[in-house]
C-alpha cells in the first residue's frame, strides 16, 4: 500500500552538524512525514546508519548497489514530495551543482521533480568561497532553494556565518515548503523585537524582566523562512543569530525605540515580541552603589520609558501592519481588548504569564485579537506555530500590491 503521508527525503552531508539533523528527523515524522534518509557514505562516520534507520522507521543506504531490483537510484527522487539536504557541505553542493551522480543521494537529487532545499553547513572560509558562491548562484538559478547558514560559534573556536540553522528552523523551512506556501512574505521587509530590556542602575545592576527572546525569535525565523527580509531587534538574548535575518543587538529601552524606529520607516510589518521595561531609573550612578555602613539604602526613583508600540502606531505608513504582544497575569482578555485600543496597533497577542508560564518555555498559548474585532484562539503549542498564526493573520491584512 502506498503511504500518504508526504515523502520526505533527507539527504545527509559529512557534517558535523549531521547530529542537529536527527532532531529535524524526530520533528519530521512525528508530525506525519514519511521520512527515508540518505546519508553520504562520510556522513555515516558522524551519525550511523541504525540511528538514521531507527528515528526513521526506514531502511538506510548511502550506495545505488543496495536493493538494485527497486531501482532506488531513480524511484527514490522520482516519488519524493520534498528532498531536504542538511548539513549540506561544499562537496555536496559542489557535486549537485555539476550534476556529478556517483551516490544514492547524488542520484536523487538528479532525479527529483519536487521541490530541494540544501541548509548548507561548512567553516565560513568555505561558504565565502567564490567556488562554493558560484555553486551556490548555480543551484538557486535552477530553482533549489538554499538555506542561509547561521552566524554563530562553529565546530571549532572561531565564530561566524556557516552554522546549520537549529532543527525547528528546518523543521519551518521544509513544512512551508511542502504547503506549497514557502514564500508567501517574499519582498516584504517586516521587523520584530525580541527579549527584554534592561535599564541601567550603575555599572553592574540593572532593572531587567524575565523574557527569554524566545517568541521573538520564532518570529523572525518564520519570517524568513517564508521569504521575507527581517530584521530582528533583540535585546538581552542569548540565543543564536536566526539563519538570513538582520539582528541589531540593544540594551535598554530608550536604545530598542531608537533601532525599532529606525528599521520600522520602510517596513511592511513591526511585531513587538519585546518585553520593555515601563520605567527606568531616573539616574544612572556611574560608579557602583555601596553600602553605607548603618545607613538605609537610598530609594531608586524611576522615570517612564517611552511607549513604542504607541509611536508605531501613531508613525506608521499607509498599510503598514502593526503588531503587539500583551504579558498579562490577570483578566487576560479585558486588559488585552483594553490595551489594543490603547494602543492602536492591528493585532495584539494576548497571553497569560507567570512564574512557569511562557517565559522561557518552549511553547505558548494565546489569543489574538484583531483591531477588526476578530479573535482568533492559539490552543496550546510551539511559539513557532504561533509565529505562523501571527504572519497567516499580518498576510492577510498586508495590501496584496505592496510588493509590486
Ligand atoms: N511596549 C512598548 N514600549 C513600552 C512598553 C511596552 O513598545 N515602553 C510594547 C511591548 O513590546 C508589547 C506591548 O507594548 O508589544 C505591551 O506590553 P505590556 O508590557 O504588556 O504593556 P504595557 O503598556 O506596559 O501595559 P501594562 O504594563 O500596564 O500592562
Known amino acids: 500500500m502506498t503511504s500518504l503521508k508526504p515523502r520526505v527525503v533527507l539527504g545527509v552531508g559529512a557534517g558535523i552538524a549531521a547530529y542537529k539533523v536527527c532532531e529535524l528527523l524526530r520533528r519530521l515524522t512525528e508530525s506525519g512525514h514519511d521520512v527515508r534518509v540518505v546519508p553520504t557514505a562520510e556522513a555515516l562516520r558522524f551519525v550511523g546508519e541504525p540511528t538514521w534507520a531507527a528515528l526513521s522507521g526506514h531502511p538506510v543506504s548511502s550506495e545505488v548497489w543496495d536493493g538494485v531490483c527497486e531501482v532506488p537510484h531513480v524511484r527514490l527522487g522520482q516519488e519524493a514530495d520534498l528532498v531536504f539536504v542538511a548539513p549540506a557541505t561544499a562537496d555536496l553542493l559542489a557535486k549537485a551543482a555539476h550534476g556529478l551522480a556517483g551516490d544514492l543521494l547524488t542520484n536523487t537529487l538528479l532525479t527529483a521533480r519536487c521541490p530541494v532545499v540544501f541548509a548548507p553547513a561548512m567553516h565560513t572560509e568555505m561558504w565565502e568561497h567564490p567556488a562554493t558562491r558560484a555553486n551556490v548562484a548555480t543551484l538557486r538559478s535552477r530553482g533549489a532553494i538554499v538555506v542561509e547558514p547561521a552566524s554563530g560559534r562553529l565546530t571549532g573556536r572561531d565564530t561566524g556565518p556557516g552554522r546549520l540553522p537549529d532543527p525547528a528552523e528546518l523543521f519551518e523551512i521544509a513544512r512551508r515548503v511542502l504547503a ?166 492591528d493585532l495584539l497577542v494576548v497571553n497569560q504569564v507567570g512564574e512557569n508560564l511562557t517565559f522561557g518555555s518552549p511553547d505558548n498559548e494565546a489569543v489574538v485579537l484583531g483591531a477588526d474585532g476578530t479573535s482568533t484562539d492559539v490552543p496550546h503549542g510551539t511559539k513557532e506555530a504561533l509565529a505562523g498564526v501571527v504572519w497567516d493573520l499580518v498576510n492577510a491584512r498586508l495590501k496584496p500590491d505592496a510588493t509590486a
Do not use: W
Not at 182 to 205: K, M, Q, Y
Not at 292 to 311: F, M, Q, S, T, Y
Open 180 to 345: 506549497g506556501g514557502g514564500d508567501d512574505l517574499a519582498g516584504r521587509h517586516v521587523v520584530v523585537s525580541a527579549g527584554g530590556t534592561r535599564e541601567a542602575i550603575d555599572p553592574v545592576r540593572f532593572l531587567g524582566n524575565r523574557s527569554s527572546g524566545l517568541q521573538g525569535y520564532a518570529l523572525a525565523r518564520t519570517a524568513a523562512a517564508r521569504g521575507a527580509r527581517v530584521t530582528l531587534v533583540a535585546a538581552n538574548t542569548a540565543l543564536p543569530d536566526p539563519a538570513g535575518v538582520t539582528v541589531v543587538r540593544v540594551g535598554s529601552a530608550v536604545e530598542m525605540r531608537e533601532a525599532v524606529l529606525d528599521a520600522s520607516a520602510g517596513a511592511d510589518a513591526v511585531v513587538m515580541a519585546a518585553a520593555v521595561a515601563d520605567f527606568r531609573p531616573s539616574g544612572y550612578r556611574a560608579s557602583k552603589i555601596k553600602k553605607a555602613e548603618g545607613a538605609e539604602p537610598e530609594p531608586i526613583r524611576l522615570v517612564k520609558n517611552p511607549d513604542i508600540l504607541a509611536e508605531l502606531g501613531t508613525l506608521r505608513r499607509p498599510g503598514q501592519v502593526i503588531v503587539g504582544f500583551a504579558a498579562e497575569t490577570d483578566d487576560v482578555l479585558a486588559n488585552g481588548r483594553a490595551k489594543l485600543a490603547r494602543k492602536g496597533c
